[in-house]
């Protein structure tokens, strides 16, 4: 049922796609005489089908889009096949990239099922030092009433027993290619005397490396 539905949706969009793009090239044509903007126009259609489906669904609509741009050009511009050619290549670039955006989909999803997953509470924060996300159990851990955190600094929240400069070089030499994960004893800004034994580790992330921080309280 759900394939059924995504290959109606996949039929709607090219079909509008293809209309707009002829409806479009037709209106400048008639308003500027001979000029044609087939092939950006077509390239466009191949974008947007990118950005909403599989590559392959993308590949599948190359050849379509390179003949409307052939028909509609043909006899009003130069070298009509190159140009459909070009709209070509751009679909295959198109459906590259749309392959690319489908494998971080993926990657984030495993990423996501790792997180869920964790017996610990956690803490996921950037190379800027922002908090990305923290799980809930690490949010009564810290004192915390809700995912306000999100956005703050990683850095204003937890406070080392060593000190702070040196906990801020070990966290940016995560960021490294032969980082190391390493433990350290952090305390809760808003709960000062709550300590926790903390381990941090570089996760992979579709659009880079983040800093995991694992939390346990210590007795």
Request: proline share 6%.
């Amino acid at each position: 049922m759900k394939n059924q539905k995504n290959k109606g949706k996949y039929l709607f969009v090219l079909l509008a796609t293809i209309l707009a793009v002829l409806a479009l090239d037709r209106a400048i044509s008639y308003s500027f005489g001979s000029l044609t903007l087939a092939p950006p126009l077509a390239i466009i259609g191949l974008g947007i089908l990118a950005a909403l489906f599989s590559w392959r669904k993308v590949l599948v609509a190359v050849p379509i889009f390179c003949v409307l741009s052939y028909l509609l050009i043909v006899g009003d511009a130069k070298y009509p096949e190159v140009r459909a050619l070009s709209v070509g290549l751009a679909g295959v670039l198109a459906a590259w990239a749309a392959f690319q955006r489908n494998k971080l989909v993926v990657q984030a999803g495993e990423v996501g099922a790792v997180l869920e997953n964790l017996p610990l509470p956690w803490v996921l924060s950037d190379e800027f030092g922002n908090i990305n996300q923290i799980s809930p159990r690490a949010l009564q851990l810290v004192s915390l009433e809700d995912s306000s955190i999100v956005g703050t600094s990683y850095f204003s929240i937890f406070t080392p027993r060593e000190e702070k400069g040196e906990l801020i070089r070990k966290y940016l030499d995560l960021f490294g290619a032969s980082a190391k994960p390493f433990p350290v004893t952090l305390s809760s800004s808003r709960a000062p005397g709550k300590k926790f034994k903390a381990r941090l580790a570089a996760l992979e992330v579709p659009n880079g490396k983040r800093i995991l921080t694992l939390l346990e309280p210590k007795e």
